[in-house]
């Protein structure tokens, strides 16, 4: 069965950087693009992030622009999400998602979720 | 940026009712249109997706509909594991945007 497990959340200080994993299973993962959405306590969902397949491209929210790098190892069947430059903002939950199957209209949603890995940033 | 909107933000409704949630997109999105059901400290789960067709294993009481800009969820009769914030979503361009959700909750 599809299984996505983030880690890798914790406290930080803003203006320090944290690294998010999220380890797939279950599912050819290099078959699927995959999104970072994050959740603020009490707040709705944001999408932050998405890493094509292959890698070959990357799309950010505004709000993480130039301070979040998103990569993959399909090797691993791992993606990860940089994460610099922090403010009391990017407090949240953060969810890796998956992209759902190939469609000939290149349109994908969010088919699987992780649980999700809390991230607070607070001096 | 395409904006999302849900109404109502709230929903209150007894376990049988039938409960209708909005959403509208800012421009046309087709029918690249997701909602998703999330329970207190959980993950969201996929309930629509294309506006209209129901991901799998998802009871029959839930159906989506519409297309453009306009959409709707409806729960034809209100389960007690149906009461959760709902989450509209487009997939029509990046960046990828939600509704700011809707919360059934008990009456």
Redesign the interface.
Same mark, same amino acid.
């Given at each position: 069965q599809v299984r996505l497990v983030e880690s890798g959340g914790g406290a930080v200080q803003p203006g320090r950087s944290l690294r998010l994993s999220c380890a797939a299973s279950g599912f050819t993962f290099s078959n699927h693009g995959m999104?970072w959405v994050r959740q603020a306590p009490g707040k709705?969902?944001?999408?932050v992030a998405?890493i094509w397949y292959d890698g070959s491209n990357k799309?950010y929210?505004?709000s993480v622009k130039g301070r979040f790098t998103i990569s993959r190892d399909n090797s691993e069947s791992t993606m990860f999400l940089q994460m610099n430059s922090l403010r009391a903002e990017d407090t949240a939950v953060y969810?890796c998602a998956r992209d !759902?199957p190939y469609d000939s !209209?290149g !349109?994908?949603?969010?088919?699987y979720?992780?649980?999700?890995t809390l991230v607070t940033v607070s001096a | 940026d395409i904006q999302m909107t849900q109404s109502p933000s709230t929903l209150s409704a007894s376990v049988g009712d039938r409960v209708t949630i909005t959403c509208r997109a800012s421009q046309s999105i087709s029918s690249?249109l997701?909602w998703?059901q999330?329970k207190p400290g959980?993950? *969201?789960?996929?309930l629509i997706?294309?506006a209209s067709s129901l991901?799998s294993g998802v009871p029959s009481r839930f159906s989506g509909s519409g297309s453009g800009t306009e959409f709707t969820l409806t729960i034809s009769s209100l389960q007690p594991d149906d009461f959760a914030t709902y989450?509209c979503?487009q997939?029509?361009s990046? *960046?990828?945007?939600?509704?700011?959700?809707t919360k059934v909750e008990i009456k």
């Open positions: 999104h709705g969902l944001e999408w998405i799309y929210a505004d969810y !759902s !209209s !349109s994908y949603y969010f088919d979720w992780g649980q999700g | 690249r997701a998703y999330q959980k993950a *969201p789960k996929v997706y294309k991901a989450y979503q997939y029509n990046y *960046p990828r945007t939600f509704g700011q959700g």
